[in-house]
């Protein structure tokens, strides 16, 4: 195994030089435009899942999207990583849109919903507890194999409200300055993102729109819930 890794890591080099010479051939200047300054309208928070990365989903480029990823995009009131990113992001950066993205087959969130015990992790993962068992009914309502990804959603709801109750948040939007934040979720079976409707620009009261997107999930899910198997979704075949 240790013969192999170096010549793994001298493909990513391999790699590296060939897109940088692409990049530079395709568009003389690119980098050195790059060096001046960062003027990303985005900020995402997403999944640390391999599978989820920002710019390839969403076909932005370098420079345009400013990203934070954890494992399952959780926004703690009391971390400072979270918190610094999204600060630096609206504050210096300017960003006109946070966008919180959950993807169906989380990892983070199956084992959330299951209490499964991993390690440290436990400990960041029991935020997502907090979600599951706030919203045991809904979640026992549904069969058991669809409510992990109900989780998922149920989770950046929460999560976009985490943002926007934040310090950052309330100064921004006191000062007027123009921010939404948004829930989305990712398919990795399709690849394609999903709005959650779960929009906050500072105007509407947090409370009625997170309420709105818990009846909308709710909605989704049982009627999913009720449709014949053959229907059944393939969000169910992630691995
Ligand atoms: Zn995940």
Not at 24 to 47: A, H, N
Not at 164 to 193: P, Y
Request: hydrophobic fraction near 40%.
């Amino acid at each position: 195994m240790e013969n192999d890794t170096p010549d793994n890591l001298e493909d990513l080099f391999a790699h590296n030089r060939s897109w940088a010479a692409r990049m530079e051939r395709d568009r003389p200047g690119f980098f050195t435009s790059l060096v001046k300054q960062q003027t990303p309208k985005y900020m995402w928070i997403g999944c640390s899942d391999s599978r989820v990365p920002a710019n390839q989903i969403t076909g932005l480029e370098p420079g345009e999207v400013f990203v934070h990823r954890n494992v399952a995009n959780i926004v703690v009131h009391s971390d400072l990583n979270a918190l610094s990113a999204i600060q630096f992001a609206v504050e210096r950066l300017k960003v006109q849109h946070i966008m919180v993205v959950g993807h169906y087959g989380c990892a983070g969130v199956k084992a959330a919903l299951e209490g499964a015990r991993i390690g440290l992790a436990d400990n960041w993962i029991r935020h997502i507890q907090d979600v599951r068992d706030r919203h045991r009914v809904l979640l026992n309502s549904l069969p058991e194999e669809l409510r992990a990804d109900a989780l998922c959603e149920l989770n950046v709801t929460e999560q976009v409200v985490n943002v926007a109750v934040s310090t950052v948040m309330e100064d921004a939007w006191s000062r007027g300055q123009a921010v939404s934040i948004h829930g989305w979720a990712f398919g990795v079976h399709d690849g394609l993102l999903q709005d959650l409707g779960m929009t906050i620009n500072g105007i509407k009261p947090v409370e009625s729109l997170y309420k709105a997107a818990v009846q909308r999930i709710r909605y989704k899910w049982s009627k999913r819930a009720d449709a014949p198997q053959a229907d059944a979704d393939p969000v169910q075949a992630a691995p």
